[in-house]
């Protein structure tokens, strides 16, 4: 007996194929026939149709099964739909390791969790304009930033600490996002060195700077970076006041390791870890975060950066105007991740009165929330230059490694081109105010 084959679709009209095509969907989802058989073979005469005939949705059907763990969990990169399926993934890995207390570092914002959870839920204060009948099939996320080429207005933020995460910390972040094109940012108190960091991105990134309260150290750092060959110093300046990050400390009370072979006290002992100061005496130093900074600071710290200086953490309309009248050549808006102040104020809620203050002078980049495409095309309607996103590629670097950061890179770039062609803004320059309305 032959074996049945698949069937062959004769010349038929347009018509004639959307007719099929209703009538596959209504068998498809009918209760009489709903077997695992038969809806089968429903796929399977869908995938025979011609592609151009096939609506988008349909696509699925074409694509293998992406199955979770028993534990409802990702068990690897390629299976996540979203940014937020790494979180779960990123849990499990880091508490398998016994290492609440590295989890709660991630997750804490401060106090209630207030302006964390504010940065992303506030994107939905702002809706996207579609515009119809646009040839949307070449779109260009291509942006310049300082004269720098980027494939995407997506960066990766500084985030301290990522060997608690992956054993080369911010060398694998690195490599997955120079293959990506994206531009990154290394945090002053990551593990890797920066000239490592470059290396393994392949071009220079860019150097947070936890200036301490030692100008000498504060003139060493940003001498390391500049001789690695990077462009750009970013100066954090959110970090005055303190800060109660309450969820790490309740995790803390889980973690049963003994911690004090990396957390011993004392300043030298804290960044012994720390590739960035090695070789630099910090013996007089008592404070990472220079909490007693003003303007004249910045004055000072413009006077030594040879390429272009950052404020990171502006959030107010004042302080950006300020951030001009001394030489500041960008800003990047942030709160720490919600990890600076309990103010509950979201980056994205004061994004415009920034790019209105500084009219266009100086780039102005954001940070905060940033879960999704279409969080970064808003974003850029609003007058932000670049994008920022944390949280979510160490969710990837922890669950995964290095296809992990590139999972959620991929994720967000292809979200945000999509929602491109959908709102008929097919370069950058192309989203504007008049792409997103307030809710």
């Not at 936890?210 to 003139?219: F, G, L, M, R």
């Not at 006041?241 to 309740?250: A, I, K, P, S």
């Not at 370069?427 to 997103?436: E, F, H, L, M």
């Amino acid at each position: 007996m032959e074996k049945p084959t698949t069937p062959k679709w004769p010349e038929i009209s347009e018509r004639g194929i959307i007719a099929r095509r209703k009538f596959l969907s209504f068998l498809a989802a009918s209760p009489l026939v709903a077997t695992p058989t038969i809806t089968s073979a429903v796929a399977t005469v869908f995938a025979s149709l011609p592609s151009q005939a096939l609506a988008q949705s349909y696509d699925v059907l074409r694509g293998s099964r992406q199955a979770l763990g028993p534990d409802g969990i990702i068990s690897a990169p390629g299976d996540a739909l979203n940014v937020f399926e790494f979180e779960p993934a990123a849990k499990k890995a880091v508490l398998g390791q016994d290492a609440p207390a590295h989890w709660g570092y991630l997750e804490s914002g401060v106090d209630g969790d207030v302006t964390r959870d504010a940065n992303h839920t506030a994107y939905a204060r702002y809706n996207i304009r579609t515009k119809r009948l646009i040839d949307a099939r070449k779109a260009s996320t291509g942006v310049k930033i300082f004269g720098e080429s980027w494939s995407s207005p997506i960066f990766i933020c500084p985030v301290s600490s990522l060997g608690a995460y992956d054993p080369e910390a911010g060398v694998t972040v690195a490599r997955a996002a120079g293959k990506r094109g994206h531009q990154m940012i290394l945090s002053t108190v990551d593990n890797a060195v920066i000239a490592d960091v470059n290396k393994a991105h392949g071009s220079p990134a860019w150097f947070q700077l936890y200036p301490t309260d030692d100008w000498a150290v504060t003139q060493a750092l940003v001498r390391r970076a500049e001789a690695a060959g990077c462009p750009a110093i970013v100066l954090t300046v959110d970090r005055q006041g303190g800060r109660n990050t309450e969820d790490l400390f309740r995790m803390r009370r889980q973690d049963q390791r003994d911690c004090s072979g990396c957390h011993t006290p004392g300043f030298a002992n804290e960044v012994t870890r720390k590739g960035n100061f090695s070789g630099i005496d910090v013996s007089k130093v008592t404070n990472l975060y220079g909490t007693g900074m003003t303007w004249e600071f910045v004055d000072r710290l413009r006077g030594i950066v040879k390429g272009k200086l950052l404020l990171k953490g502006i959030v107010t309309g004042e302080d950006a105007k300020e951030a001009l009248r001394h030489g500041v050549d960008g800003i990047l808006v942030s709160n720490h991740g919600g990890r600076a102040e309990e103010s509950g104020q979201a980056t994205i809620g004061v994004l415009i009165e920034i790019v209105d203050a500084v009219n266009g002078r100086i780039p102005v980049l954001i940070d905060g929330g940033v879960r999704r495409g279409t969080d970064v095309l808003k974003a850029l309607a609003l007058g932000a230059a670049a994008v920022g996103v944390g949280r979510p590629y160490v969710w990837g670097l922890a669950s995964f490694g290095e296809p992990g950061v590139d999972r959620v890179l991929q994720i967000l770039d292809d979200e945000f081109i999509t929602i491109m062609r959908q709102a008929g803004a097919l370069t950058i320059d192309q989203i504007t105010r008049d792409t997103v309305t307030r809710v």
